[in-house]
């Protein structure tokens, strides 16, 4: 299997990676890819990806880090840095490695909102840096990865003229996707992938994320951990790790009313055709 999308390279995993990885491996989770939010945790994924098999990388600036804020949820509690996207810097940090894969995560983000800035301006902002990952994505022919969250109106318009402009030939895949039927359509309609996390698994899912899983053709479906954050059911809680990514399969085995075989050998293939891994 491969978890498409996790954070090793995050600080909660500074003293015990490898063992990480390992009971990954004999979980069968032989390939992940480790994404970036800002620069010292995208050139860090680099780094570890460079260093050993199956880890991969993706580059990108994650919204929240556009300003310095705090943020907390059930499961995270941090202080962001506020960094601008350096495209050049970027760009030469993927062509040092044919482990980076893909350009992400990027995109918008409404949930977070830095206080005390004008709401208008933080849109722009992040309008603006998202465009530039579109830009670099499609210059280095690599998919995005893509966060959203409570900005997909706004997200949809820039996709629609990217891809109608011609750009990103590559495509990509909306991570943890959260949203509605019609908004998960939207996504197919572009040519994207979705995938889904632990969220999937909890006991207060909402009805309308799993029936997008259910109608969600399994050839445009891929699954991922998010790790640290969002462990899977009956970890949930606990810091997530990539080998509880069979947790998310098999609850959509489950949805689907089929084997899990088929969902692990449908979604590594979807991971290995977009990611070209
Ligand atoms: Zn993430």
Redesign the pocket.
Known sequence: MIDT???LNFKAFKDDADEVIKRAHDAGVTRIIN?G?QWDTSARGVSMAEEREGLYAAIALHPIHLYEQEVDEEETHFTTRAEVFDYDKYKKLALESKKVVAIG?CGLDYYHFPKGENIEEVKKKQADSFQQHIDLATELNLPLII?CREAYDDLFQILNEAVKAGKLPGRGVN??FLGTREQAKKFLDLGFYLSFTGIITFKNASPELLEVVKETPLDKIMVET?AP?LAPHPYRGKRNEPAYVVEVANKIAELKEVDFKIVLDMTTKNAEYLFTI
């Open positions: 999308h996790c954070h994404v939010s995560e966060h991570h943890c998010d954050y």
